[in-house]
Nanobody, 115 residues
Framework: QVQLVESGGGLVQAGGSLRLSCAASRSIFSIVAMDWYRQAPGKQRDLVASITSAGNTNYVDSVKGRFTISRDNAKNTVYLQMNSLKPEDTAVYYC?????????WGQGTQVTVSS
């Protein structure tokens, strides 16, 4: 089983930036596609961005042009650079493997954007 540890969240004003990190416990990370998700209070967990093992990326429309997903396979880590943050970006952010099969969810990292 792979363990995922998310970090980098915090409180930021609208328009600010944060960089989230997700570290995986196993080197298998380097050959799989990875996703970032977020879950706002009272809402379901939604996909935000994806990155393949080769570095190809996809984003939901609401974050295109503001968020950038990247990865460092040598460090078993995936990142989410978030710029021009909006209050509606407030949520707990999680990473996981892309696809139907999922590893155990980490604790997530809280992002709070004040207006």
């Amino acid at each position: 089983q792979v363990q995922l540890v998310e970090s980098g969240g915090g409180l930021v004003q609208a328009g600010g930036s944060l960089r989230l990190s997700c570290a995986a416990s196993r080197s298998i990370f380097s050959i799989v596609a990875m996703d970032w998700y977020r879950q706002a209070p009272g809402k379901q967990r939604d996909l935000v961005a994806s990155i393949t093992s080769a570095g190809n990326t996809n984003y939901v429309d609401s974050v295109k042009g503001r968020f950038t997903i990247s990865r460092d396979n040598a460090k078993n880590t995936v990142y989410l650079q978030m710029n021009s943050l909006k209050p509606e970006d407030t949520a707990v952010y999680y990473c996981n493997i892309h696809g139907v099969f999922k590893w155990a969810w980490g604790q997530g990292t809280q992002v709070t954007v004040s207006s």
